[in-house]
């Protein structure tokens, strides 16, 4: 069945992905699909080519060849980073923080060793002061402050789902700090923060002071993107940017001319004029979009895009993306649409098709946590109709989809939240509208049988099997009427 079929391919093969077989062909040859999750980029400041990324489950990893392929990079560093902080003296000096601790590069990554461990929970990132004698680090709740470089760390101000600080380049008594409770101000270098009367109280993600005014600061929430003028004592919301709920912001070049780009759920956003205008920078990105997590500029110029799904990368010019490295995505199903073409496979988050050949790429992507596609079918009599079972959310939500128009129009044929996930699929051989469904492990009183008598535009649970945990169905070819299934 679906799941023990990966196990096989991935043990027998040994490949990170899908492959075409052929008799003449020794090793397979990967057609994809790219994938993989990494929550962190960044570029070697004066070496083309040469970069890292944080990814899961993998930790810290070194391309040299600008992003094309990756291998595991950072004696001494014992997880994965949260983040990849340069000191501001030099470049290729990095903080990296890991659990409650935060370690330290002085050859870009390559042996770290530990240099803060005064947090008591998980510490998210960090920031410097221009001459990084003022070292701002932060959990989810707690702020930590240092004025001798990192030497002590003294707790300075608690709060909820803290979402980073910005120390302002041109002015660092001025720091701001992003919270679940607005934008907080600090006017003592990060000595105290409190959120002004007047200011913005809405779930802020990320702030950011403009390198040459720090009175100028941007604040990215759940609803678009704000700007202050004053130093965080009002905030407008920038009209003509899109209602994002923002991930993260930076900038390309010198703020005077260079980019605001924003990552949000619906992908990635720029505006080249300090965000009276705004574009989106979506193009080559799969159907979605993946979720960003991270954009670094390498020396050549060349845009680097981490994601939850995948790593990208975009020359110079308007942004157009192409995927590269991580194949690894975790496939659980396959089929071919039309003879000899469209090929296709159920993966995690949704399904990829590609022609004879081809990369597999994102048709229809499903950014629910915890989704996946456990069975694939083609509709016999309409190779553009796909069924797609699996789970469809919070890991426990059972579903069927149907996907037409290359995947572009999804509709749920089914859906149990509790059930775990609709397992196996099959098609009656003597009825092409018979479908028969196996939920597993059929929880929370959900049925182990479903089917359908419609093409499997809908089903239906099938009476007496609640709780039966089935793994396996299939039909009788010999035999009209009859199936089998594997319950336990």
């Not at 062909?25 to 929550?39: D, E, F, R």
């Not at 709060?159 to 992003?178: D, E, F, K």
Request: charged share 10%; hydrophobic share 45%; net charge negative.
């Amino acid at each position: 069945m679906p799941r023990f079929a990966h196990s096989i391919v991935a043990a027998s093969l040994a490949l990170p992905a899908f492959a075409v077989l052929t008799p003449a062909q020794s090793p397979p040859i990967s057609i994809g699909p790219y994938g993989g999750s990494a929550n962190v980029v960044l570029a070697h400041p004066s070496t083309s080519g040469e970069l890292l990324v944080a990814r899961f489950p993998n930790g810290l990893e070194r391309s040299t060849d600008g992003g094309f392929a990756f291998a595991p990079w950072g004696n001494g560093l014992p997880g994965i980073p949260e983040d990849l902080v340069p000191s501001p003296l030099a470049a290729t000096t990095l903080h990296a923080p890991v659990g409650n601790a935060i370690y330290r590069s002085t050859d870009f990554g390559a042996n770290w060793t530990i240099w803060s461990n005064a947090a008591s929970a998980t510490v998210n990132s960090l920031a410097f002061s221009p001459d990084a004698q003022t070292v701002i680090q932060w959990t989810g709740s707690q702020v930590l402050r240092s004025t001798n470089g990192g030497g002590i760390f003294n707790p300075v101000y608690s709060g909820t789902i803290l979402g980073n600080v910005s120390i302002a380049p041109s002015a660092p008594s001025l720091c701001y700090l992003s919270s679940f409770n607005g934008v907080a101000r600090s006017i003592d270098g990060g000595a105290t923060f409190a959120i002004p009367a007047t200011g913005l109280k809405s779930w802020t993600k990320w702030v950011m002071a403009d390198p040459q005014d720090a009175t100028r600061v941007y604040a990215g929430t759940t609803s678009g993107v704000w700007l202050s003028t004053n130093a965080a004592e009002t905030f407008t919301k920038i009209a003509a940017a899109p209602n994002l709920s923002v991930q993260f912001m930076t900038w390309d070049g010198a703020p005077s001319s260079g980019t605001l780009w924003v990552g949000a759920l619906t992908g990635v956003w720029t505006s080249p004029d300090h965000g009276a205008t705004w574009s989106a920078a979506n193009a080559g990105l799969p159907p979605g979009p993946p979720i960003p997590s991270d954009v670094a500029f390498d020396a050549n110029g060349t845009r680097l895009l981490a994601s939850e799904g995948g790593f990208f990368r975009s020359p110079v010019g308007a942004p157009l993306w192409s995927q590269s490295a991580f194949a690894e995505v975790g496939v659980y199903a396959a089929a071919i649409a039309t003879p000899g073409g469209q090929r296709l496979i159920g993966a995690e988050k949704g399904v990829y098709d590609a022609a004879s050949g081809a990369t597999l790429e994102a048709s229809a992507y499903f950014f629910d946590f915890g989704a996946r596609t456990d069975e694939l079918l083609v509709d016999p009599s309409n190779p553009d109709r796909w069924l797609s079972a699996g789970v469809g959310a919070f890991i426990d939500n059972a579903v069927v989809r149907v996907l037409t128009n290359g995947g572009a129009n999804v509709s749920i044929a089914y859906e149990h939240f509790g059930g775990g996930s609709v397992w196996t699929l099959a098609r009656d051989p003597f009825d092409a509208t018979h479908y028969l469904g196996g939920v597993y492990p059929a929880g929370f009183g959900s049925a182990g049988l479903i089917t359908s008598s419609n093409s499997g535009a809908s089903f239906q649970d099938v009476a007496g099997s609640a709780g039966w945990s089935c793994r396996a169905v299939a039909f009788d070819p010999h035999q009209v009427g009859h199936a089998i299934a594997l319950f336990g």
